[in-house]
């Protein structure tokens, strides 16, 4: 049974076929889904499609490219949509510093009162980071370690990822690990204890080998995950076993739907 931590399943890139992805993945293995959000209108709409679809959960958050039109109410209203029972974390927040689509000081502000709120709610935090290591540890780092959550579409190095499991965090790898120029994140996932990593397509982008190119969906998580139990010499049955696991143990919400997830 597969926890598919990061996907974006509300993506236009799905309009014509969602329900067929969402069968697709049922079919091979993924029995839950957490649907993670990028601005206001999209956490708003996740919580309403998470209720409507049993195996679909939601997170709710502001992604550093839409902190332009950041408003303080907005945290109020992230905060009533994050008390939904199938709302399981803050995200995906963070930073991103190979675009410029909004200012640094800005994004680490809305970052900063992002990681406040998940705090005091007791979420986990779903968090990207590109070209911003540096701040994004160092604002990860000032909550001595009141912060749980996931790195996701890890691309840093194996000395990076021993800081952020210090921290308390779980990473995540995308289809990226399999492709043949990944020996930096290869490095990183042989770094990775078994107990702190989980499974994400960040779909509709980031299809593994060998459907490099086209459109990703949950289904394609079987392939990273036969390269994650490669690199880490572990059988396939275990890895997934103990990956299963991890999803509910940081996000504790949905333990109460462990069970009927398990069921059928």
Request: aromatic share 8%.
């Amino acid at each position: 049974m597969i926890f598919e931590s990061h996907a974006h399943l509300l993506a236009k890139q799905f309009d014509h076929d969602r329900d067929e992805v969402i069968k697709r993945a049922l079919e091979n293995g993924i029995h839950a889904v957490l649907n993670v959000s990028d601005d206001m209108k999209s956490s708003k709409e996740s919580v309403i499609f998470a209720n409507t679809h049993e195996r679909i959960f939601s997170s709710v958050g502001i992604h550093p490219h839409n902190g332009k039109g950041f408003k303080e109410e907005d945290l109020d209203l992230l905060e009533t949509l994050a008390l939904d029972s199938k709302t399981l974390a803050i995200g995906e927040i963070g930073l991103d510093y190979y675009y410029d689509f909004c200012e640094k000081e800005v994004q680490k502000e809305i970052f900063a009162k992002q990681l406040e709120l998940a705090k005091n709610m007791g979420l986990p935090v779903i968090i990207h980071d590109r070209e911003a290591h540096k701040d994004t540890i160092d604002i990860l780092s000032s909550f001595n370690k009141e912060i749980k959550g996931v790195m996701h579409c890890y691309s840093g190095s194996a000395e990076s990822a021993k800081i952020l499991l210090n921290l308390g965090l779980y990473i995540s790898f995308t289809g990226v690990i399999t492709f043949k120029n990944a020996n930096k994140t290869i490095e990183a996932l042989k770094a990775i204890p078994l107990d702190r990593l989980l499974l994400e397509t960040d779909c509709p982008y980031m299809s593994p080998e060998p459907l490099r190119g086209t459109r990703n969906e949950p289904k394609n998580l079987i392939y990273t995950a036969r390269k994650i139990a490669e690199v880490k010499q572990v059988q396939y049955d275990i890895l997934l076993e103990q990956l299963w696991e991890n999803s509910f143990n940081l996000f504790e919400k949905a333990r109460r739907y462990k069970q009927e997830l398990e069921s059928r």
